[in-house]
């Protein structure tokens, strides 16, 4: 060995062994490389030639048996890169695509590396190289790939390095530095497009991946202060178990432990959603994940015990799909439930999102989905206010399909590089659950009365709506209100204010009363299907958000909503023609006595869980 070869060999190896290396990619690209004996090419750019042994040192270590080959030009530079690189056990292979009719050995090296492939080696090719112009692909790696009829994989590179004033910008690794590597999924005969494509994608995601390997201070104090903070979540876990907000027997898995038997042997998917609006919307994605991947495992996650109630009920709970609550946001509970899961990828519902979580499911390369993805105004004005930190945050999810146009551009502006709109998935949600024989009860009950049902009302509105019950029974002095609180905890409050029978308290309505008072958990579904109008909560005073209006409406209720629906504008826009908008007592009294004289048509399904199924199963395959 040369002076020369032997110092880039020193430098080289010292460098590339002291880099903390990421493999990343797909799981296809990384069995295809571990794969002995199957013959594949490799490719990856000119200027990611010195970064290659790293792939090879990892190669190996998955599998000695491995035989290594590369692509080399025969001029005097190639021979030294050659020389550097034996004593690894990587055998070159000399030559290059001629140019100006100049033999500068390329077809014999083609022929060698067809009977390599052919006995199982893999073979490193520089498809831009050897001298460019840079990222422009050359005939020999498509060539290579189409007559030995094997696939090729695309390797995608990054790390601490300087950039030598070469064509290619070749890069000269640093020791002690940080790297990834990212093969993707095997690609059979790629045309030059393709092939140029696939590498530019898998260095996005290298250079990405290697960006994200650096805590920000920002991170790195988000972590320490839920470290600082878990005795205190501890504490706070066992005052909300006194108010009825946990369970006793499952305290543990706020700290990422459970009694549940680990799904490590399945394929896993995780998916997360907040509370009891989150776990209905999810319900039909979950269906169709389940009866599309007959093999999948669904580790259901909520932060409410109302929530995990909703999923008790799932015929599949105990058997394909698991129930746990989501662990607080301290680094080591996160690790300890991901370590315990191994989820193969993650989906949120909504705009229930964790810096701790999103940053550890990152580091662990696992994908991260959010459906039904909201962002209001006032929530994006919130999270632009820390724009470094959060776009570094966005920048992680893998993709996020939006309710709607405003929805998606604000995910876009805050760093998500990828953003479906696909539309609002609650219009796919199956109508509310109810109790057939309570449904016949309460009618025989209440008789032919008109019914309205004031439903999710909010702190400030039920003495609007009151007000409004009462000047329309004066047109309509049989009429029959249901308040139905959005949180049921205020009931008591709500009866003893205003005087009402309550079905918390054991009463029930009859054929007299003019008000009652729903303030029981999950049968919003039972009133709405008594209901001949209804109005939606959170929605008359400012700033409100409003609730779902698509519930209601599919049951071919007529529905009503105050000025104040910012968290569902584009649905607004959607109902123009058939959700009714009040702005006060007066209105809404109006909106009661108005003429019925046709029928409301329920709003059909978007059916747009078909699609997000299939860009989820799509996701764990990559």
Known sequence: MTLAARAIHLWLGFCLRTTRWQITGTSAGRAAITQPHAGYVVAFWHRHLTLAPALWFWARTRNADLRLYAFISRNADG???????????????????????????????????????????????????????????????????RIARRPLIPVGMDCTSLHLPSWDRLRLPLPFGRGVIAPTTPILRPDAATLRAALSNANIQAETQRAHAHHSIIEQLWAGIGTALAPALTIMT??????????????????????????????????????????LCARPLLDALLAADPTLHILFTTATVTGSEIMAQHPAIGIRVTHQFIPHDVPRWIKRFLKRWSPQGAVFVESELWPGIITELSRRHIPIMVVNGRLSDRSARRWQRFRPFVHSLFSRLTWVAARGAEDAAHFRALGVKTVYNYGDLKRDAAPLPHDPTELKRLR???????????????????????????????????????????????GPELAARFNLPSRQAGHDPDKTMSVFLADTLGELGLFYRLADSCFIGHSLTAPGGGHNPFEPLRLGVPTATGPHMSNWREAVIQLAETLQTVNNADSLAQWLNRPTTTTLKPVPEARIVNTLTATILESLER
Request: overall charge positive; hydrophobic content about 40%; proline content about 7%.
């Open 238 to 279: 066992r005052l909300r178990l006194r108010r009825g907000k946990e369970l006793p027997n499952r305290l543990r898995e706020r700290m990422g432990l459970t009694q549940a038997a680990s799904a490590k042997k399945q394929r896993t998917l995780w998916i997360h959603a907040a509370s009891v609006g989150e776990t």
């Open 444 to 490: 025989d009950l209440i008789g032919t009365r008109p019914i309205f049902v004031a439903a999710s009302t909010h702190p400030g509105e039920e003495e609007i709506i009151l007000q409004a019950a009462e000047k329309a029974r004066q047109q309509q002095p049989t009429l029959l209100t249901i308040l139905v609180p959005r949180h049921p905890n205020r």
């Open 79 to 145: 021979r030294l890169i050659a020389e550097a690189i034996r004593p690894w056990n990587i055998t070159a292979i000399h030559g290059s695509t001629a140019r100006r009719g100049k033999d500068k050995g390329g077809a014999a090296a083609l022929r060698a590396a067809l009977r390599i492939i052919n006995d199982g080696g893999h073979i490193g090719i520089t498809p831009d190289g050897p001298r460019g112009p840079a990222e422009s692909i050359q005939p020999g790696a498509e060539a290579l790939s």
